[in-house]
């Protein structure tokens, strides 16, 4: 099956700096991937997905940027606030519905 | 007001006893899933359906097991053989994405199991 690596696990940056978050998959037949943030004590909510017929997508200050190729795919966030304090987690999936996740990275934004 | 319930929020349960947590979604949604939470290591899946009466195991099926006899409910058994079952539990239901893949998964709030 599908196999998500993600970094960094932990993130500190300060108010109004950008963000990175980087994945890796393996499985060459995924074709959908989702960025999920999770608040403490809350479920997993999408903020933004890719197909892969796209090489980037942004949302006003997400972004997100897929390299088929080098099967990695990396979501950014600029101007960060506190409230995007939270864990991120990456997400691939092959067109037989089997989602896996990355392990997460914990991203605080200091005031 | 649509959306995914898990029931309960929180279990407790002795060692050797199996437990069933309850998934139902009102969706209309195809697809639903189990996936197991521990620090650290993200979201691991434990098992999916793509239709009714239809399921596939994930990465750690082993000690689990499920039913989906409806569209909307997809219960997870956890039973004795299952040698760390204390975690957080998630639930999610989606409709098929474009192209034959997934579409955006909704979560349940999840169900936080404590063997004792």
């Known amino acids: 099956g599908e196999n998500v690596e993600q970094h960094p696990s932990t993130l500190s940056v300060q108010e109004g700096d950008s963000a990175v978050i980087k994945c890796t998959y393996s499985?060459?037949?995924?074709?959908?991937f989702p960025w999920y943030k999770q608040e403490l004590g809350k479920r997993p909510q999408l903020i933004i997905d890719i197909r892969s017929n796209v090489g980037e997508k942004k949302d006003q200050r997400i972004a997100v940027t897929l390299n088929k190729t080098a099967k990695h795919f990396s979501l950014h966030i600029t101007e960060t606030q506190p409230e995007d304090s939270a864990v991120y987690f990456c997400a691939a999936s092959p067109p037989h519905n089997d989602m896996r996740f990355g392990a997460g990275t914990r991203l605080t934004v200091k005031p | 007001d649509g959306g995914i319930t898990q029931s309960p929020k929180y279990l407790f349960r002795k060692e050797g006893q199996n437990v069933t947590l309850s998934c139902e979604q009102n969706?209309?949604?195809?697809?639903m899933y189990w996936y197991r939470q521990d620090p650290g290591q993200g979201l691991r899946l434990i098992y999916y359906?793509?239709?009714?009466?239809?399921?596939q195991k994930g990465d750690i099926a082993e000690g689990y097991s499920v039913s989906r006899e409806k569209k909307e409910s997809f219960p997870l058994t956890v039973t004795s053989a299952q040698k760390n079952p204390t975690a957080f539990y998630l639930c999610a239901s989606s409709l098929p994405g474009g192209g034959g893949g997934t579409g955006e998964l909704f979560f349940g709030e999840g169900s936080r199991l404590t063997v004792l």
């Open positions: 359906s793509q239709i009714v009466n239809d399921f």
């Open positions: 499985d060459s037949a995924s074709n959908y």
């Open positions: 969706l209309n949604h195809d697809a």
